[in-house]
Every structure is written in C-alpha cells, then in structure tokens.
C-alpha cells in the first residue's frame, strides 16, 4: 500500500472514530486531540471516563467495520454468481 493511500485510510478511520463518538455523546477536544467526555479533566473520574470512552468507541467501531467487510463480502458474492 503506497503513502497516499495509507493517509487516506488513517483520515477515514479518524473520521469514522469521531463520527461514532459524536453518535455516543462524547467530542473531540482540539486542546488535547482526544476524544473526551464531559467530565472536567485532569481528575481521577476523567481518567476513568476517558478509559470508557476509549472502549467502547473502539468496541462500536470494530462493529462498524466488520459490518462493512461482512457486506462488501455479500456483495462481491451476489456479483459473481450472476
């Protein structure tokens, strides 16, 4: 895979991350380049919730892209048997 192309997979990952964190509540701090909650950080609760956070806009994308490889799969599939 050239440069160009893993950019261009990193960005639509990071786009992907942001656009399931913003579906669960949390946002992406410009100060830290993190995907935070609400709680103020700096705080044992915000460590906390930062971990949480990590987990399950991890866990929510490793669901999204197996539910795009699982149809990109099905669709090459259908392709070739007709």
């Known amino acids: 895979m050239d440069l160009q192309s893993k950019n ?3 960005e639509a ?5 942001m656009e399931i964190s913003s579906e669960l ?3 992406d701090s410009m100060r830290t380049d993190k ?5 103020p950080q700096g705080t044992l609760n915000s460590v906390a919730e ?3 956070t990590g987990i399950e806009v991890g866990g929510m994308s490793s669901r999204k892209l197996v539910e ?7 669709d090459k599939c259908d392709n070739s048997i007709k």
Do not use: D, F, Q, S
């Open 8 to 10: 261009n997979a990193r």
């Open 50 to 52: 930062n971990i949480k």
């Open 25 to 27: 509540g949390y946002y």
């Open 68 to 74: 795009m490889g699982e149809k990109a799969l099905l």
């Open 35 to 39: 995907i935070e909650g609400l709680i």
């Open 13 to 17: 990952l990071n786009n992907l991350k």
